[in-house]
């Protein structure tokens, strides 16, 4: 089945401390994005990734990174998690950036305290 | 920098009746339009998209949306209302070429809540 996984779904934690999500699919997909949801503001974009080695700042990056190693995974890292960043999490990937609809993970909820 | 408005927080409908969710977009040049749902507790699914051609276009579900250029809109449209679209749905512009950091921008969303 043609999907985009995301682990964790839920995710409480403290402030400082490191913490990753991850990202997969299995599509073959060269773009991919990493977008946070949060009430009466919609989607906004964290970072995005063309292709392996290949990624890019969206329109909200401060106090997250990224990595494109392998084609399938674009994990989401959080260096020093602050409260600001209590947010509903979703990764997406397309065939190509222009043009393609996304494909959604099912979202990460993350709290932190 | 491009933008998306979806005018309406909620709209409420009563089932078999038509629906309408607005959107109106502004971008540089010319634009790829797209309507996305979101289910509680879910992620988005795709449900159409206006890419080039005719202003009309068709998705999933029985959903369509006709593009406007003179107007800028994008409303998504179904002839007839079914509990089961009750929904987040979202609407989302990429300029054809150029636009700032990735280019896709997203609307706030609007509540979908048809009414048995």
């Known amino acids: 089945e043609a999907q985009v996984t995301q682990n964790p779904r839920y995710l409480i934690t403290v402030t400082g401390k490191k913490l990753t999500v991850t990202c997969s699919q299995n599509?073959?997909?060269?773009?991919m994005s990493w977008y946070r949801q949060d009430p009466g503001l919609g989607l906004r974009q964290i970072y995005y990734?063309?292709?392996?080695?290949?990624?890019d700042k969206g329109d909200v990056p401060e106090g997250y990174k990224v990595s494109r190693k392998e084609k399938r995974n674009f994990p989401l890292i959080l260096e020093s998690p602050s409260p600001n960043q209590t947010s509903l999490y979703f990764c997406?990937?397309?065939?190509?950036?222009?043009?393609?609809?996304?494909?959604f993970g099912p979202g990460t909820r993350l709290t932190v305290t | 920098a491009q933008s998306v408005a979806q005018p309406e927080d909620q709209v409420n409908v009563a089932e078999g009746n038509p629906l309408t969710v607005k959107c109106t977009y502004s971008?540089?040049?010319?634009?790829?339009l797209f309507w996305y749902v979101q289910y509680p507790n879910r992620g988005l699914q795709f449900l159409l998209k206006?890419?080039?051609?005719?202003?009309l276009v068709k998705g999933s579900y029985g959903f369509e949306a006709e593009f406007n250029k003179s107007q800028t809109s994008f409303h998504l449209k179904k002839p007839s209302a079914l509990v089961s679209d009750s929904a987040l749905y979202f609407c989302?512009?990429?300029?054809?070429?150029?636009?700032?950091?990735?280019?896709?921008?997203f609307g706030k969303g609007t509540h979908l809540i048809i009414q048995p």
């Open positions: 989302a512009v990429r300029p054809v070429t150029g636009g700032g950091a990735d280019g896709l921008t």
């Open positions: 997406a990937s397309s065939f190509e950036r222009q043009g393609f609809e996304q494909y």
């Open positions: 971008v540089s040049g010319n634009p790829y």
């Open positions: 990734s063309m292709n392996v080695e290949v990624t």
């Open positions: 206006y890419i080039t051609g005719d202003n």
């Open positions: 599509m073959n997909h060269e773009y």
